[in-house]
């Protein structure tokens, strides 16, 4: 069995991981267009904020491929998929051939046209070690830099170089996180952002760029040495649409992380697939996701029977030293607490928790995570406890006997 | 593979567990020394109300979502326990949000801490199962 993975992140760790526990004999290529070790691309702004290192951000060991009997190209992309063959078209211009193939190809930045781009010298987007490397060595002590979006790509960048850097951030929302914060949410983080020296401009866009300014909408001008595009990602399907896959937003996949076409799997940020808080399909582009759509990938590719059906949207994120913690859809009614800086939305309906939203205080967050991704019915606990409270108490005896071992 | 299994029948909510937990990583001798005046952040934690009470650690879980979601790879399990490479953790919280027992915390120095059966501090012999004075924290192959 030969096993070929388009991908070198969480997503074909997950797969490979998963692969070896069925199959130590088959083949496993890697094929990857960078140029690193596997590595988690979300710590690329912890890397420019000094809280790890090349080293340390290495998602495995430096012995992970060799540990699992794994091939490795590395800046080498995939150029095409020849279904009938059963095999990848390289950008070397080799060809390697298949049994089984998963398409881990993750997102690219989404760089809209705007008018005068092209002059920008130093401009630059944010998803890859690449990215960061080339960003840090732009910014310089005192430079101004100018971040098109305020979503978690952007934030994080501004988190990241904040130390060197006067920074400005636009975003045609008129608030901060959009796609995972309410109106309030969005204005404490928004308020702890500027504490730290973070500038906003919302609700306006970029109409053009000179070569060191940005004109906005607003028919006010901002002036950068550098620029940073934030301003979304796009799902890589083009091998999958190109050789007739079904594509949306994402390659679609099923619960066993198969695509459309047969003995092709995919998993990541390249797909969509159900959101079991909303019963939507959807692109959620996250790392847990990612490595548990891999795994579930790789299982069925060495031959189980394997199915992930329990993707949410959720974030763990942190700016300045302040924790957003989110999941789910925040449809429903509204359960808030607000006080002493902390923030806690519950969003339920049809007895079930839909979503939360969390800042500040983590405690036991997951609690209401499992509440979303079971779908637990909210009358076989106590809710009102568990608002309060996120803890095992709000459980019925037995299904804390159950969870904690005391039934025997 | 030996598990911490709690019985919320036995729990005094004496909260020693937690005393016992948290001397486990204090590398001293007394633990009266090594507690005194220190505000304690144990990884078992007691959840108690007027009538009940009971222990929480990390359950060591099969298929673990802290350490598939973990981002830095920080998380991982061997030979059946789950353990944080403090040294790569970046204190996102992923797993604190991915928990289903809420036995994941804090710690006080930016990387998350949880449970680890004392492997690394006591030789595998859990403390506040050594330190539990009713039998209510055991730590025991079930075979499952």
Known sequence: MKYVIIGNSAAAVGAVEAIRQNDTEGKILIISDESYHTYSRPLISYLLLGKTTREKMKYRSDSFYS????????????????????????????????????????????????????????????????????????????????????????????????AKADITCVDLSDRVLSSILDDGGSEIVKAHLEDNGIKFRLGVQVSEFGKNSALLS??????????????????????????????????????????????????????????????????????????????????????????????????????????????????????????????????????????????????????????????????????????????????????????????? | MKRIYVNEKWCLGCHLCEYYCAFASTNQSDMARALCGVKINPKIKIEENDKISFAVSCRHCDEPLCVKGCITGALSRKDGVITIDRDRCIGCYTCILSCPYGAISPSDDGAVQKCELCIKTNGGKPQCVAGCPNGAIVFEERGE
Request: hydrophobic share 40%.
């Open chain 1, 67 to 162: 540990e699992n009997n794994c091939e490795v190209m590395l800046s080498t992309s995939v150029t095409a998929i020849d279904k009938d063959a059963k095999c990848v078209l390289l950008s070397n211009g080799e060809s390697e051939s298949y049994d089984k193939l998963l398409v881990a190809t993750g997102s690219s930045p989404f760089v809209p046209p705007v008018n005068g781009l092209d002059k920008v010298e130093k401009k630059f987007t944010f998803i890859s070690l690449d990215d960061a490397n080339a960003l840090e060595k732009a910014v310089t002590e005192g430079s101004k830099v100018l971040i098109v979006g305020a979503g978690l790509i952007g934030l994080k960048c501004a988190e990241g170089i904040s």
């Open chain 1, 218 to 408: 607003d028919g006010t001008k901002v002036e950068f040495d550098v620029l940073v595009m934030a301003v979304g990602v796009r799902p890589n399907t083009a091998l999958v649409k190109n050789i007739g896959g079904e594509v949306g937003r994402g390659i679609v996949i099923n619960e066993r992380c198969a695509t459309s076409v047969e003995d092709i799997y995919a998993a990541g940020d390249c797909c969509e697939s159900m959101d079991v808080s909303t019963g939507e399909k959807k692109v959620m582009a996250l790392l847990p996701n990612a490595y548990m759509q891999g795994e579930c990938a790789g299982m069925n590719m060495s031959g189980a029977d394997f199915v992930f059906d329990k993707a949410i949207p959720m974030n763990a994120i942190g700016f300045f030293g302040k924790h957003i913690i989110t999941a789910g859809s925040y449809t429903g009614e509204v359960y808030t607490e607000c006080e002493d800086g902390n923030y806690k939305k519950l969003f339920y309906g049809d007895n079930k928790l839909n979503g939360f939203i969390l800042i500040g205080n983590a405690e036991k967050a997951g609690i209401y995570t499992s509440l979303v991704r079971e779908r637990t019915k909210l009358d076989t606990i106590d809710f009102e406890l568990i608002c309060e409270k996120p803890g095992l108490m709000a459980f019925s005896k037995d299904v804390r006997a159950e969870k904690l071992g005391s039934a025997q």
